[in-house]
Each structure stands twice: as C-alpha cells, then as structure tokens.
T-cell receptor
C-alpha cells in the first residue's frame, strides 16, 4: 500500500500478557518511529530507527518495551507483561531523507484489562 | 523544561473566521524544524505545514500559515476562513539537528483542541 500500515488496529489483552504490534513503513522510507498516545494526550516518543539500527531509544518507558526492525522494512514493538497503564494508541511513522515530514499510520489501539 | 508548549487546551472559532493556535519552543540548536499536525477524531495524524529555522519567509500552505517569530521562539499556526472540518486536535512539533542531516524524532506539544462553530 501507499501509506504506513499498522496491525492489529485493535488489541485487547489481559494484564501480564505479552503483545506485539507491527508497522509496515512506506517503501523507501529509511527512518521509522514509534509513539504512544494515551487518551486525550499528546504523542510520547518511544523509539526511532534509522535503517535497522536504533540511534534513539530514549523514550522506551521500561525494559518491558522493546522494538526491532528488519532492514528498512517492518518493525515490531513488543510489550512484555502488559500493565493497565500501557493502554494507549501506539502510532508508527516513517520518513524519507527527501521529505521533512513524518507519515503516520492509523495506530494500534491497545487495551489492557 | 518542556521543548514544545501549547498553552491553549481548547479553542473555539466561528466558521469562516481566522484563528491562531499558539506554540512556543525551546532549543539551543541553531538548526531545527517546526511542524504542525492535525488529528481529527478519527485519530489519523495529518501533516499541515513546516518551517525551517533558517527559512526567511513564513511558511504558507493554502489556508494554513505559520507565524514564525524566531527571537520569541514562537511558531503559531494561523488558519484562515475556518471550516467545520477544521475541528480537530492540533499538535505543534519540533525536530532538532537538521544541519546534521538528522531524521531524528519529532517532539510534540500537548495539543490544542479546536472547535469550529457553525
């Protein structure tokens, strides 16, 4: 597709379970970003990939959060032992060196019961 | 200190009138970019406008213009001739380190909820 694709669009899980969220960036986009947006709040930066390396992991809130990226392609954000405070929309974005803006996916809404 | 400050949690504007959404920023990097995004209730993030720190002219894109005052570190978004479809959350954001060719992350403000009244 032409845009950033995220899956699942909705995920409901029980506290303590692990979840994986997937992001397919726009083809040719070298940079990929994960953000978290709690209900009614702004975007909180989690991690940024340039290619498959992560020069900036400063936003990951705890060691329960990890992310990886295969080349300049798909990225997976993993949250282990989920907690209720992890409930949020997780937004993925990608960008090209030729354009300044980030292109966002529609997000994965995570609800932890 | 917050890097991006949006002091207006909510704003109302009458349809067809202009509205200004405030944004101030804090950086010591001389090379940075400022962005505005719109987020309707559907949740998608829509890029509106960009201003580079070295740009001489204020950016404009259709009904959107950016009132860039570098000395005051402000980058207010002006929407002219408001439409009902402009009702949404608006986020100001900054990227530092542009001269280093950085594609680093955008730092977002907390947003302003704009409501356009008919």
């Amino acid at each position: 597709g032409a845009g950033v694709s995220q899956s699942p669009s909705n995920k409901v899980t029980e506290k303590g379970k692990d979840v994986e969220l997937r992001c397919d960036p726009i083809s040719g986009h070298t940079a990929l970003y994960w953000y978290r947006q709690r209900l009614g709040q702004g975007l909180e930066f989690l991690i940024y990939f340039q290619g498959n390396s992560a020069p900036d992991k400063s936003g990951l809130p705890s060691d329960r959060f990890s992310a990886e990226r295969t080349g300049e392609s798909v990225s997976t954000l993993t949250i282990q032992r989920t907690q209720q405070e992890d409930s949020a929309v997780y937004l993925c974005a990608s960008s090209s060196p030729k354009r300044v803006e980030l292109f966002f996916g529609e997000g994965s809404r995570l609800t932890v019961l | 200190a917050q890097k991006i400050t949006q002091t207006q949690p909510g704003m109302f504007v009458q349809e067809k009138e202009a509205v200004t959404l405030d944004c101030t920023y804090d950086t010591s990097d001389p090379s940075y970019g400022l962005f505005w995004y719109k987020q309707p209730s559907s949740g998608e993030m829509i890029f509106l406008i960009y201003q580079g720190s070295y740009d001489q002219q204020n950016a404009t894109e259709g009904r959107y213009s950016l009132n860039f005052q570098k000395a005051r570190k402000s980058a207010n978004l002006v929407i002219s001739a408001s439409q009902l479809g402009d009702s949404a959350m608006y986020f100001c954001a900054m990227r530092e380190g542009l001269r280093r060719g950085s594609q680093g992350n955008l730092i977002f403000g907390k947003g302003t909820k704009l409501s356009v009244k008919p």
